[in-house]
């Protein structure tokens, strides 16, 4: 069984990414060490709930494409793609919610073809 883990494991990492520390910078510039703080004590209220969004949505449109493969669905073929943000990676199937967050390529694409085996 592959695990699926929480954003929240790979904080530490993904606040020294360059492009969530500017991001931080310009979203929260009078308190961005506060918001920072606040995420890596998963304080989700407030201003740490903003930053879990912001770095959510950074991670799903920054992140790059490591792998991708088709899949077989009723209405036709779809991408079962796999992607990489700093150390992390996930899974994007379109029709389907995304999943993560994985430690590995390898995880990730095992989880994918776990998952969806059944449209390949």
Request: aromatic share 14%.
């Amino acid at each position: 069984m592959i695990i699926q883990n929480d954003i929240e494991g790979y904080c530490p990492e993904l606040l020294q990414d360059v492009r969530i520390k500017d991001a931080l910078l310009e979203a929260f510039p009078q308190n961005h060490e506060d918001a920072m703080a606040k995420f890596l004590k998963e304080e989700y209220k407030g201003i740490g709930g903003d930053v879990h969004d912001l770095i959510t949505e950074l991670i799903h449109n920054e992140s790059t494409v490591v792998d991708s493969f088709e899949g077989q669905g009723c209405a036709g073929e779809f991408p079962i793609t796999i992607y990489q943000f700093g150390p992390l990676f996930w899974v994007n199937a379109l029709e389907f919610d995304d999943v993560g967050y994985f430690d590995t390529a390898d995880e990730a694409m095992a989880y994918a073809c776990e998952e969806w085996s059944s449209y390949m």
